[in-house]
């Protein structure tokens, strides 16, 4: 609370020092409260979830301008022509992509998993392998991408393949670390279903690491999350593991 303060304070007061950028006047709006995932089956919580992300898409309908005159002072203060033919209509095109690439702010679970629940006839083991990832480092605002499987148990439900990855869409398509990203789709796909053990595991190469030479191209970044009994059982989970890597 005491940083969103702060942060808000020096915003305003770089702001009043930037006039030649004509900045809007009224007042710099950060939410305290980024939407979270709530729990299913509860209307109240529903209510505020929606509420939540109206807020959300409030916010970004106020600084929509604010968005794109940042884009162009960062490709100004990089020393670039903002009127060169080329890079004319850049910061539009950097602010729709910001703005794609984190709307996973506003997606829910109980929305994207929209019935498509069903009952299982075994509780044999669901393998879902190689789901294309892509999401943004919130340390240096730059892509990391890769593979993501995921396997579980089920108790009595199933979930619709298509929404694995819709699932994951949730919490890619926001600023991230992969190991919080691993852990998130995890604990939704757990919340969605209560299989009797969910498996998650991520694959990713960071661009980050890549483009700065901290890590060789064709490197990547494993992470993990076990889940019910791929945590407790270990021969359960080494038939998980060997399952995505056959
Ligand atoms: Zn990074």
Do not use: W
Request: hydrophobic share 35%; net charge neutral; proline share 3%.
């Amino acid at each position: 609370m005491e940083n969103m303060n702060a942060l808000k304070n020096d915003l305003q007061n770089c702001c009043e020092h930037m006039s030649q950028y004509e900045i809007a006047k009224e007042e710099i709006v950060i939410p305290e409260v980024l939407p979270r995932r709530q729990s299913e089956n509860s209307k109240e919580a529903a209510k505020k979830k929606t509420k939540t992300r109206e807020q959300f898409l409030e916010h970004r309908r106020k600084n929509a301008s604010n968005l794109l005159r940042s884009c162009a002072n960062i490709i100004e203060s990089l020393g670039e022509d903002i009127t060169r033919e080329g890079i004319k209509k850049t910061p539009q095109r950097m602010a729709q992509a910001l703005s794609f690439f984190t709307e996973g702010y506003e997606m829910s679970l109980s929305e994207v998993v929209n019935d498509a629940i069903f009952s299982a006839e075994s509780s044999d083991m669901v393998i879902i392998r190689n789901i294309e990832i892509f999401s943004m480092c919130e340390h240096h605002f730059l892509p990391f991408f890769g593979k993501l499987h995921v396997g579980y148990l089920p108790r009595g439900h199933i979930i619709g393949l298509s929404k694995i990855p819709r699932i994951a869409e949730i919490f890619s398509k926001r600023l991230q670390v992969q190991e919080r990203l691993t852990v998130e789709i995890g604990q939704a796909i757990q919340e969605a279903i209560k299989p009797l053990a969910v498996g998650v595991i991520l694959e990713c190469t960071h661009l980050c690491m890549v483009m700065r030479g901290v890590q060789k191209p064709g490197s990547s970044t494993v992470t993990s999350s076990m889940l019910g009994l791929f945590r407790e059982d270990g021969e359960l989970r080494k038939d998980f593991l060997s399952s995505i890597n056959r």
